[in-house]
């Protein structure tokens, strides 16, 4: 693998398998976020940013830093460092610990880009899912980008693991 990450990528199923290679080869936490900083600019579709995130690999006694270097993307401005953030965050860590600060996020940061915004209302999604009153609290306070809060309600309808009536007051909140 490691000669692998040494030639350039030449197609995007290349540079798709790189993110895969970062993410799970067996390696050090250390040695894994070099990688990881190297690749981030590398990053220019969903389907990379999304299996790349889901698909890292950490030691639990790593958690933490791990959070930390991935909350500090969001601050970049950038839309796929932004759009990385998010969806890393809602594949590890919508926990009892990190879901207020994930939707904090969601809430406060803004960005035009179409895929930060998608990403944004996927993961504010998957939040509700798992802590609905929380996730309610910060939709009715209404704080988050207007096209992220409608594409937010849309993505939790479109849940099979919501019922009708969590169903029927979110789309009365559109």
């Not at 970049?76 to 460092?81: A, I, M, V």
Request: glycine share 4%; charged share 30%; with cysteine.
């Amino acid at each position: 693998w490691e000669s692998f990450l040494k030639e350039e990528p030449g197609c995007f199923e290349e540079e798709f398998l790189r993110g895969l290679v970062i993410a799970t080869a067996p390696m050090d936490t250390e040695r894994r976020l070099e990688y990881t900083g190297g690749f981030l600019d590398r990053i220019d579709n969903w389907s990379t940013c999304d299996s790349f995130c889901s698909s890292w690999k950490y030691p639990k006694k790593d958690s933490e830093r791990i959070h930390s270097y991935f909350r500090s993307l969001i601050d970049s401005g950038q839309e796929y460092r932004m759009r990385v953030s998010v969806v890393f965050r809602m594949s590890h860590f919508i926990d009892d610990q990190h879901v207020d600060g994930l939707l904090a996020d969601i809430e406060s940061y803004r960005n035009e880009g179409y895929y930060y915004k998608m990403g944004a209302a996927w993961a504010a999604s998957f939040c509700y899912i798992a802590y609905p009153e929380k996730t309610m609290a910060v939709l009715k306070a209404r704080k988050m980008d207007d096209w992220v809060y409608r594409k937010t309600i849309q993505k939790i309808c479109e849940s099979y693991r919501v019922s009708d009536e969590d169903k029927a007051v979110l789309r009365s909140m559109r």
